[in-house]
Structure formats: C-alpha cells, structure tokens
C-alpha cells in the first residue's frame, strides 16, 4: 500500500480514507497466544483506517528460541511495538536478535523503534528497505500519532539483512526459513518458516475474514497460493484473521475471490468493459463475502484491470 515507483501503493489505498483522526498514545491492552511451543501471535483488529484503533490491525508476534527471539511483524502503532517488546520479556525473558518484516505496510511496521538495537537484525525482502526510505515523508505526514515521536522504521538502530531468495536463521535450537517472493500481494513479500512446530507465517499473502488488498500481481498472488496450499503445516498465521490449523481450509476463500477477480476481469475486458464501469459488473458475488470490502474491491479491480488489459 504505498508510492511511487514499483508499487507498493500505501498512498493508493490511504487515499481511500480521510484523514483528521487519531491513534492515541495511551497504553495498550493486547491479547496474545501461543499458538505452538514458543510461537506467540497477536490477532490484529479487522478495523478501517478511519479508525483510532488501525494501529492494531495487523497480526504480529514471536517466536523463541533458546537463545533469543525473532519478531514477525512490529505493529502498526509505536506504542503496539512497545507493548509487543514487554510481553517477550514478560513471558520468555530473552533478548531480541531479529526483528522480521513480513512486508512494508504501515499496520506491519510502525512499530518497528520499539526495537531499536544495534545487535538486533531487521530481515526483509530486497524491495523492502527502498520502499521505506521512498516513502518516508508519506509515513511522517500521516501517521504521526501512530509513531508517537519515535524514528521511522527504516531508520532504527539495527543491522539491515537482506532476503535474497532463502536465507537461514538459527534463535538457538530453533532453525526459521525465511523466503522472499516475487510480486504478489506487495512487491515485498516475505515468509518466515518455524521447522520445530511446522508453522508458516504467511503475512499479507493470506487474509482471512477481511478482504484481500492487491498491491502487487494479481497473477503471481495466485501463483503463490497454488504451490502453498499443496504443502501440509501445523498452523498458518496470516497478515490478517484468524490463524489456521487445518490448512489449506483457511485459505480457500481468497483463493476463490482472487481466481473470480482474475477471470472475471479477463472477460469484462474481453467484453470491452470499460475500466470505470468494471467495478459494478466483477467479483458481485464475492465482495459482500468480506470485512472492509467497501472500498477495497474496487480498488482491486482498478488495479487487476490495467494488470491484465495488455497480457
């Protein structure tokens, strides 16, 4: 969801919403799960960016090992990576030695100067760092009550480690893959793989309940979720809902939604659709099957349209 060049228009969708509200400071109350030995997860809130509360919209959490811990993902809010950094001390009491950006999101991200460390390692996709730096000002324009004072998130005190493919990290006995995709949900998609209880994170490549957001390939997005939901793992822990334990259930509705919006795009254009009007003839029938579906189908049939008028 973000600017200029290869896309991960945040503006985009931002620009879907007013601005004039905010995130208070105040102290947050989350509820956290350990959804397997030593993996924990925040469910986010299914809530619009109209809301006070968007700094909780993502899901988040960690993982342990017996050295230290790996973040998946810091919030979207300052004052929700803070919170996140006293429940790891609370409950496992170990250091944080990565902080893990699924991709560059606000909801995923803004928490990243909680922290702040230089023998922390902030891990994410090849686009990822570029994306934050591009967009920087965007950022500070519009989500000033979201961090609260603190630095941007590219700018925290930390090792930058770049996904180039796959890449291996060791918490101590805990062994994670970590995988960078191509074009997808976003242009900085990553995947973060726990061996021991056999839990994938799947970030924003999965949307479970709200409606998925295409800011990235449509056609790739797909192609993603066609070789995933052949594997078998323990838990699925997607960007937004519920996690799941019977995979590939969980994702059954967005491979539906995202396989209609491609071939029902694909005829609208072949039926000389123009792209305005495409938005009231395509994914009818699904949209209303999703939270904060209002503006986001149309979003994502404007942007499937200019994909695929020229393939």
């Not at 100067?113 to 000002?137: C, I, Q, R, W, Y």
């Not at 990553?190 to 061996?195: L, N, S």
Request: charge should be negative; charged fraction near 25%; include cysteine.
């Amino acid at each position: 969801m973000l600017g200029p060049r290869n896309g991960i228009a945040l503006s985009l969708v931002l620009g879907l919403f007013p601005f004039g509200f905010v995130c208070g400071s105040g102290n947050w109350s989350l509820e956290l799960e350990e959804l397997a030995p030593g993996v924990y997860m925040h469910q986010g809130r299914h809530v619009s960016l109209e809301s006070s509360r968007r700094g909780d919209s993502a899901n988040i959490g960690f993982i342990a090992g017996e050295q230290c811990v790996a973040v998946v993902d810091s919030g979207g809010a300052f004052q929700v990576g803070r919170w996140l950094a006293r429940e790891i001390k609370e409950r496992v009491g170990k250091p944080v030695c990565y902080l893990i950006n699924t991709h560059v999101h606000f909801d995923h991200v803004l928490g990243n100067a909680a922290f702040s460390d230089p023998k922390v390692k902030l891990v994410a996709h090849p686009n990822f760092m570029g994306t934050l730096v591009e967009n920087s000002d965007f950022f500070s324009d519009n989500f000033a009550d979201e961090i609260d004072g603190g630095v941007l998130p590219h700018e925290i005190d930390a090792t930058h480690v770049i996904v180039d493919q796959k890449i291996e990290i060791d918490l101590g006995n805990r062994k994670l893959t970590i995988e960078a995709h191509g074009s997808a949900h976003s242009h900085t998609d990553v995947t973060i793989f726990d061996r021991a209880t056999n839990t994938l994170w799947a970030g924003d490549l999965l949307f479970r309940g709200r409606m998925p957001v295409l800011d990235g390939s449509l056609v790739g997005w797909i192609d993603w979720m066609e070789r995933v939901m052949n594997k078998k793992y323990g838990v699925v822990v997607p960007g937004h809902g519920k996690p799941d334990r019977d995979w590939p259930k969980g994702a059954v509705a967005q491979f539906r939604y995202l396989k209609n919006l491609l071939d029902e795009t694909r005829g609208a254009i072949t039926a000389g659709v123009f792209i305005e009007d495409a938005k009231n003839v395509i994914g009818i029938d699904e949209r209303t099957q999703w939270e904060l579906h209002e503006r986001a189908h149309a979003r994502n049939v404007s942007r499937a349209f200019r994909q695929l008028e020229w393939e």
